[in-house]
Structures are given as structure tokens and as C-alpha cells.
T-cell receptor, first 112, second 115 residues
Framework: GQQLNQSPQSMFIQEGEDVSMNCTSS?????WLWYKQDPGEGPVLLIA?????ELTSNGRLTAQFGITRKDSFLNISASIPSDVGIYFC????????????FGTGTSLTVIP | DSGVTQTPKHLITATGQRVTLRCSPR?????VYWYQQSLDQGLQFLIQ???????AKGNILERFSAQQFPDLHSELNLSSLELGDSALYFC??????????????FGEGSRLTVL
């Protein structure tokens, strides 16, 4: 199946720092989603993107739908301890029955 | 609360057994997706249903099967269980399919432990 490359795999940052992560795919997507997952819980949707070039914010989080439609970026500004968790990107293409493909995740650790 | 309900939350069983995981999608959502997440792994797509019909299949083993009922709830059946089937199984629902689709909302998962 489709593989999404998500980087970095893990990050250790100081509280207050900004964070950037990205996802790339080998094919074009029409939807990009970003999720946060806490241990043992289900992924929670953070931001949804539907249009190439779209830039969307949700509080301290900002995500962008890449112009090529093959990538997306998530930025977290002024990180706080509760930002700790695993962040997943997901992309959707319509020619495979609207299946969603997930990145391998970015593990974020925030040091107080 | 995403609105997607999964039961049971935890399940411990033995190798060779069969279990059924249940999912109730968000009200009005017609699409249901099942994912498997093994320890420290990403989400592996298993299967998708839309309004009772299978839409897409991922890396689902032949020992696994699923269905979506007329009331839109879905069940994932896992049989002849092996140790490697121990994982978190997530159900997710989406409000529409085709063309410009909506977001994917996850339940809290069913943790399966095979001993």
C-alpha cells in the first residue's frame, strides 16, 4: 500500500520551543489530516486540510497542504508539556476508495 | 469524545480463539474503517465499509473478517488468534465518501492481548 514518510521520527525539545514535522507521499492526495495520539488512546484529529497551498491553524498548531499535493507540514509554536505525544499525518486519495494512509508518526517529548 | 464507540476496551484471550470487536460510528457517518496498531507501530489499514458494503481492503489477514450492519455499526472478527495479533484495534468513521470527503474520527480502541 501507499507509504507516507514522516519526519522526524522523534523530537526532544525544551518547553517554549517551536516544533516542525512533515509528511511526504509518492502520490497525490486530496486530503491531509494531522492527529495526536496519547499512549493507549485513539488518535485525536488536530487539523484537516483539503486544498493545495491551504494553511490552517488550530491554536498554537499550524498545518499546510503542500502545493505539489504530495506533502504536508505541521508546526507547533511555544510548546508546552501537554504537547507530548505521537503525531501522525494521514493522507487520502479518491482513486483507492477514499482510503486513508498514515505516516509512521513523530514522537514528541517536551522537557519542562 | 469523538463520538465513535468501541467495545470491549480490553480483551485477553488465548491462542487459537476467536473474538469479535464492535464499533458504533458517529451519528450519521456512513463509512467505517478498521485499523491495527501494534506496539510502537503506526496505524495499519485493515478494511473499510460504506453503508454496509465493503469499499477497500488493506493488509487484512484471511483469519480476520468484518461487516457493517444496516444500523451502520460494524464488527471485526478475529479468528485462530496468534500471539502476533496482540495489538490495539481502532475503528474510525467518516461522514461521507466520494469526491470531497470529510475527516476521519477514531474511537478509543480495543486492546487485544493474546496469551
Amino acid at each position: 500500500g501507499q507509504q507516507l514518510n514522516q519526519s522526524p521520527q522523534s523530537m526532544f525539545i525544551q518547553e517554549g520551543e517551536d516544533v516542525s514535522m512533515n509528511c511526504t507521499s509518492s502520490s497525490i492526495f486530496n486530503t491531509w489530516l494531522w492527529y495526536k495520539q496519547d499512549p493507549g488512546e485513539g488518535p485525536v484529529l488536530l487539523i484537516a486540510l483539503y486544498k493545495a497551498g491551504e494553511l490552517t491553524s488550530n491554536g498554537r498548531l499550524t498545518a499546510q497542504f503542500g502545493i505539489t499535493r504530495k506533502d504536508s507540514f505541521l508546526n507547533i509554536s511555544a510548546s508546552i508539556p501537554s504537547d507530548v505525544g505521537i503525531y501522525f499525518c494521514a493522507g487520502q486519495e479518491t482513486n483507492t476508495g477514499n482510503q486513508f494512509y498514515f505516516g509512521t508518526g513523530t514522537s514528541l517529548t517536551v522537557i519542562p | 469524545d469523538s463520538g465513535v464507540t468501541q467495545t470491549p476496551k480490553h480483551l485477553i484471550t488465548a491462542t487459537g480463539q476467536r473474538v469479535t470487536l464492535r464499533c458504533s460510528p458517529r451519528s450519521g457517518d456512513l463509512s467505517v474503517y478498521w485499523y491495527q496498531q501494534s506496539l510502537d507501530q503506526g496505524l495499519q489499514f485493515l478494511i473499510q465499509y460504506y453503508n454496509g458494503e465493503e469499499r477497500a481492503k488493506g493488509n487484512i489477514l484471511e483469519r480476520f473478517s468484518a461487516q457493517q450492519f444496516p444500523d451502520l455499526h460494524s464488527e471485526l472478527n478475529l479468528s485462530s488468534l496468534e500471539l502476533g495479533d496482540s495489538a490495539l484495534y481502532f475503528c474510525a468513521s467518516s461522514p461521507r465518501v466520494g469526491g470531497y470527503t470529510g475527516e476521519l474520527f477514531f474511537g478509543e480502541g480495543s486492546r487485544l492481548t493474546v496469551l
